[in-house]
T-cell receptor, first 109, second 116 residues
Framework: GEDVEQSLFLSVREGDSSVINCTYT??????LYWYKQEPGAGLQLLTY?????DMKQDQRLTVLLNKKDKHLSLRIADTQTGDSAIYFC?????????FGQGTELSVKP | GAVVSQHPSWVICKSGTSVKIECRSL??????MFWYRQFPKQSLMLMAT?????????EQGVEKDKFLINHASLTLSTLTVTSAHPEDSSFYIC????????????FGPGTRLTVL
């Protein structure tokens, strides 16, 4: 089946930028997504990018898509302690969301 | 925005009992609902897709007789874990998609199931 991979942990200092990376395998994915999950909670859609775009910016969030390398990244500018959470990238395949393993972002004051 | 609720938020039960988890779309109609399972520090694994008024479609390896899904209305889907065992302990998350599976999914807050 299709696979979505992420690094498991990222630690940054408050005020720094965070970059979370993801690779996917389904080249036919139309949309790629970033979700945030806080402890004991469900998933919150942060942003998504259409496959014909290279970049999308939404306030502190910047998504970069490299279709050739099937690489997706999420940059969080001016990272705050409230950004500490697990971040999942996901691709949509046949109407189903396929999630990566999640990257645990730890923001230190 | 679109809100999805789950009830209960957590449940502890004895081995061998059945547990029902509800997923409701509060302010929209959900043609399709999805049930996921998440183990600690792991990703969400899709268990099944349910469309209102029809039988759920289960992912490979998911026992449909053990995880009963009912999607009787456009705002409610239920997951019943039958004869629960400790290995069924997990975090169960539902999502709902207005207008079908190709639309955006809105996620519930999850239900923590602990089977003793």
């Amino acid at each position: 089946g299709e696979d979505v991979e992420q690094s498991l942990f990222l630690s940054v200092r408050e005020g720094d930028s965070s970059v979370i990376n993801c690779t996917y395998t389904d080249s036919s994915s139309t949309y790629l997504y970033w979700y945030k999950q806080e402890p004991g909670a469900g998933l919150q859609l942060l942003t998504y990018i259409f496959s014909n775009m290279d970049m999308k910016q939404d306030q502190r969030l910047t998504v970069l898509l490299n279709k050739k390398d099937k690489h997706l990244s999420l940059r969080i500018a001016d990272t705050q302690t409230g950004d500490s959470a697990i971040y999942f990238c996901a691709e949509k395949e046949g109407g189903k969301l396929i999630f990566g393993q999640g990257t645990e972002l730890s923001v230190k004051p | 925005g679109a809100v999805v609720s789950q009830h209960p938020s957590w449940v502890i039960c004895k081995s061998g009992t059945s547990v029902k988890i509800e997923c409701r779309s509060l302010d929209f109609q959900a043609t399709t609902m999805f049930w996921y399972r998440q183990f600690p520090k792991q990703s969400l694994m899709l268990m099944a897709t349910s469309n209102e008024g029809s039988k759920a479609t289960y992912e490979q390896g998911v026992e449909k007789d053990k995880f009963l899904i009912n999607h009787a209305s456009l705002t409610l889907s239920t997951l019943t874990v039958t004869s629960a065992h400790p290995e069924d302990s997990s975090f169960y998350i539902c999502s709902a998609a207005p207008g079908g599976s190709y639309n955006e999914q809105f996620f519930g807050p999850g239900t923590r199931l602990t089977v003793l």
